[in-house]
């Protein structure tokens, strides 16, 4: 008989989506508990979980164990054999207790060689265990103490796919290159919110998703990302790069890179010579205040282009500086300090975000051949009925208008159908 072993109020290990963001979600408690000191034997009946909490885990489970679940108690000591000798074991969940290293013997999973989850986040870890199961595919340690992690300890999780390390004390010391260089499965790997100024050495070839965001990183150094060259989502959001933190050609090693985030880096430009093949760049709450003419032209094949809340004036946005994007169908220049709109638009563009800006007038050569702009947003400008000139909404064919504001009018001669045109604070009347 296969065993579920079940003392848990609520679950969340918090695995990866599809998306490259951190998400959560729950797992139904399993339907068999026992008390804490005994060993749990089959029975006929069903036993719901104990609203009381354990703090020392069962010294003895079944051999046939397939799930056990432990989270959301107060347990600080599992013994060898909670877990250990367990042949048919694949899902250890543990975390929200308040279990440290000294709780976590060396041997705690001995002789149980099939574990592929195991969720120790939300406990009191200072350091990654060692000995953990070879066969692990996603290991959770989330919301931790873990200053480091000791030589050797990911030598042998060669089937190891997604590691979340995220919200811990890790410092460039607490790493080396061999940290991660034996993990020839990595997939999603991340280390935000943790103390790191540089990227990690010796990442693996295999790594697609790297979440480097809220720690503080100086530097990106080309060096740290020759192994990762199959790396396509980079997100390194609220670090400290600053004008010189990533100089031209250092992700020149990502060839694949198809998303770079650097919201709120403090850049005051747009990086040069970024990945040809980028496909999406995220730089909102920065400080770039002009767009050159040769700026975007190292990544031709960006689809979504964000530059919103940066200081970009209208004087120092090139008329040529999106020509070369003809791929792009989503800019988003929000929060910025123009006053007209930007000359030589991607005709491809379906998406334009222009709110929040200091816009005076729209005229119709800036919207000229955008014949495929579905969403244009122009919410909290300093626009008046007037200030539109005749013609600007002609060849506009696939926008439509979605919800007008209330005490407006929309202006007449808009095209049929309209998806959006948003105006809530434009005075329009007739």
Known sequence: TAWTFGFSRTTSPGPRSTSPCRTTSSRSSPTMSCPASAACEPSTSTTTSSPRKLSVAPQFLPRSLRVADLAANQVTEIFPLTFGEKPALRSVYLHNNQLSNAG??????????????????????????????????????????????????????????????????LTDS????????????????DLSNNQ????????????A?????????????????HGARGLRYLLLQHNQLGSSGLPAGALRPLRGLHTLHLYGNGLDHVPPALPRRLRALVLPHNRVAALGPRDLTATPGLAELNLAYNRLASARVH????????????????????????????????????????????????????????????????????????????????????????????????????????????????
């Open 174 to 189: 607490g790493l080396d290159a061999t940290t991660f260089s034996k993990l020839h499965s990595l997939e999603y790997l």
């Open 104 to 169: 976590l013997p060396p041997d705690a999973f001995r002789g149980s060689e099939a574990i592929a989850t195991l969720s120790l986040s939300n406990n009191r870890l200072s350091y990654l265990p060692p000995s953990l199961p070879p066969s692990l595919e996603r290991l959770h340690l989330q919301n931790n103490l873990i200053s480091k992690v000791p030589r050797g300890a990911l030598s042998r999780q060669t089937q190891l796919r997604e590691l979340y390390l995220q919200h811990n004390q």
């Open 319 to 430: 008329r040529r500086a999106f020509r070369r994007l003809r791929a792009l169908r989503s800019l988003d220049l929000a929060g910025n300090q123009l006053t007209r709109l930007p000359m030589g638009l991607p005709t491809g563009l379906r998406t334009l975000r222009l709110q929040r800006n200091q816009l005076r007038m729209l005229e119709p050569e800036p919207l000229a051949c955008l014949d495929q702009l579905r969403d244009l947003n122009l919410a909290h400008n300093r626009l008046r009925v007037g200030d539109i000139g005749p013609g600007t909404w002609h060849e506009l064919q696939a926008l439509q208008v979605r919800h007008a504001p209330v005490g407006h009018t929309v202006p007449r001669a808009l095209p049929s159908p309209f998806l959006r045109y948003r105006v809530p604070n434009i005075l329009i009347r007739e």
């Open 196 to 207: 790191l100024t540089t990227v990690p050495a010796g990442l693996p070839r295999t790594l």
């Open 209 to 225: 998703i790297l979440h480097l965001g809220r720690n503080r990183i100086r530097q990106v150094e080309a060096a740290r990302l």
